[in-house]
Antibody, heavy 120, light 109 residues
Framework: EVQLVESGGGLVKPGGSLRLSCTDS????????MNWVRQAPGKGLEWVSF????????FYADSVKGRFAISRDNAANSVYLHMNSLRVEDTAVYYC?????????????WGQGTLVSVSS | QSALPQPASVSGSPGQSVTISCTGT?????????VSWYQQHPGKAPKLMIY???NRPSGVSDRFSGSKSDNTASLTISGLQAEDEADYYC?????????FGSGTKVTVL
């Protein structure tokens, strides 16, 4: 079973950088594509980025393209979100979510989220 | 890609049914049978309730059902219970990306 735990959130100044981590304590991490989804305070869910099982395919929302980078290390059962040039509007709880390896599959397991606050 | 429109709120008494709509286009909701629904209680992570328009994951109550007509997907909660009070989001696949709905708050009166 997939059990996801995020870490790395915190307070950062505009223009700064942060790296989020998401680790799966299960044993089947390499079988799942992974996503990052964020939720600004009091707002709805926003899909941020996708990475396929072997990192062959990577996609980003327009709002973060060119500033964020997703990566994964299957040996470490982890996915990462490297966030650069952070803006106030990037303030949100960031969730990692797994999905089975097929086109359009749902996000069937979620972490508990990690809060990123961008403020001067 | 803007959020898919959903009603901001719906409400019902215990035992009643409520339906939440999720309106898209032929490029997203109408173009694929890859619509899923998520329940989120305050301060908690989202939970998958429906996938591929009308399928329930193991462990999800059969009071939850999904459907789709043209470019609009719907989630129906039958026999409303107090624990169903939460925010609900639809999500659609759209050619290598995903888009969520704007979210609907379900209130049990």
């Amino acid at each position: 079973e997939v059990q996801l735990v995020e870490s790395g959130g915190g307070l950062v100044k505009p223009g700064g950088s942060l790296r989020l981590s998401c680790t799966d304590s299960g044993s089947t991490f390499s079988n799942y594509a992974m996503n990052w989804v964020r939720q600004a305070p009091g707002k709805g869910l926003e899909w941020v980025s996708f990475i396929s099982t072997s990192s062959t395919y990577i996609f980003y929302a327009d709002s973060v393209k060119g500033r964020f980078a997703i990566s994964r290390d299957n040996a470490a059962n982890s996915v990462y979100l490297h966030m650069n040039s952070l803006r106030v509007e990037d303030t949100a709880v960031y969730y990692c979510a797994s999905q089975p390896r097929r086109t359009g599959s749902p996000f069937d397991n979620w972490g508990q989220g990690t809060l990123v606050s961008v403020s001067s | 890609q803007s959020a898919l429109p959903q009603p901001a709120s719906v409400s019902g008494s215990p035992g009643q049914s409520v339906t939440i709509s999720c309106t898209g286009t032929s490029s997203d909701v109408g173009g694929y049978n890859f619509v899923s629904w998520y329940q989120q209680h305050p301060g908690k992570a989202p939970k998958l309730m429906i996938y591929d328009v009308n399928n329930r994951p193991s462990g999800v109550s059969d009071r939850f059902s999904g459907s789709k007509s043209d470019n609009t997907a719907s989630l129906t909660i039958s026999g409303l219970q107090a624990e169903d009070e939460a925010d609900y989001y639809c999500m659609s696949y759209i050619s290598s990306r995903y888009v969520f709905g704007s979210g609907t708050k379900v209130t049990v009166l």
